[in-house]
């Protein structure tokens, strides 16, 4: 399905060298939000050594126009034109930027045309539309993705590498916050689009808490809260979560779209703790402190395009057909998390996560790091970006 190129090859942190066999991952560009525009569309041409832009597809006709030619791509469609887009046979693979309420439609309809899925996080909105899209992709034989772009990101995989190594002791305590302040009208407002801070902020704590304790929760807690602002009317402002896991460690966390940007994290060990700021940031620096005693060390990892070694990496998985980390797995377990923590919060009761769920058997390490220079966002086309 790939068109012909020359020899490249990628190589990881740990000198692992993957040939691409002279060819390309030709992808077409599902949604043209603030992500894709920002972020995916500018990283292409970090991932030109087995990445391809081929197509875009948006319900705006105008975005279509004037992203083609900046970015020089021949083929685009409107949404109701996807399944041409699938079959015209100029597609490898897609990347799903869209609202979270489309994820599963648009995987489902890529994957039984036997195009590779790239899906932005989180993977959807219920846990039965993520076992969906994971059965739709076994059927077809197709790899799938969940876009998240920190496990290819050395500040976070450092700190998962500390904990690992008990740089801080036995890791007992996650507590973080991931606010900003969400404007009127934004489609992450309304609960039907599946929006709401846990799905939006809450999905990179939970996530952070699994990658760094390396387990998965085993009780949660929720507590919601909206106050009288009326953006808040659909979704709760703010949530705030407790997560339980094995060996009595604790996770908690608030995530809040009403309150002033706050990105953060830090573990509490036996030893010492372990503090990023920001921690879960696009495109700023990542800083890292770690405080033993009466020493403290000092890392500043320099913003870098965290998007194009996404592609990268998915791109050599679907050539050298490789199992993707993080799978549809990872995306579920998140998703999951996150219904467990709504059902919490609707009921005022801890919810008991079940253990009998498929389980994640690869975890991000330093070895995934892929390095590609930062990008400047362009200039967006009716697009905002998501806080104000």
Known sequence: MTVPRKRSTIKTTN????????????????????ISQAAILPAFAHARENSELAALVSGDPKKL????????VDQTYGYEQFGECLMRGGIDAVYIGLPNHMHRA?????????VHVLCEKPMAVHPDDCEAMIEAARESNVKLMIAYRLHFE???LSAIAALRDGEIGEPRIFRSAFTQQVPAGNIRLTIEDGGGPLYDLGVYCVNAARYLFRAEPDEVFCYNAAGTDRRFDGVAEMSSAVM???????????????????????????????????????SQDIKCEIVVGEKTRKTTYKRRDQFGPELVYFSDCILNDKQPEPG????????????????????????????DEPNVTKRPTLQQEIQKPAVEEPPLVRAAAPSR
């Open 15 to 34: 000198g692992d060298v993957h040939e691409s066999n002279g060819r390309k991952i030709r992808y077409a560009v599902v949604g043209l939000g603030y």
């Open 65 to 72: 126009a004037a992203l083609s030619k900046k970015y020089k």
């Open 106 to 114: 648009y995987s489902e309809a890529a994957a039984r045309a036997g």
């Open 154 to 156: 050395r500040g976070n």
């Open 244 to 282: 339980r896991f094995p060996n009595d460690r604790l996770a908690v966390f608030t995530c809040s779209f009403g309150a002033t940007d706050r990105d953060t994290y830090e573990v509490i060990g036996t030893k010492g703790v372990l503090k990023m700021d920001p921690g879960y940031a696009m």
């Open 328 to 355: 549809g797995v990872e995306g579920l377990t998140d998703v999951r998390i996150i219904a467990a923590l709504q059902e919490s919060a609707a009921n005022g009761r801890p919810v008991t996560i079940s253990d």
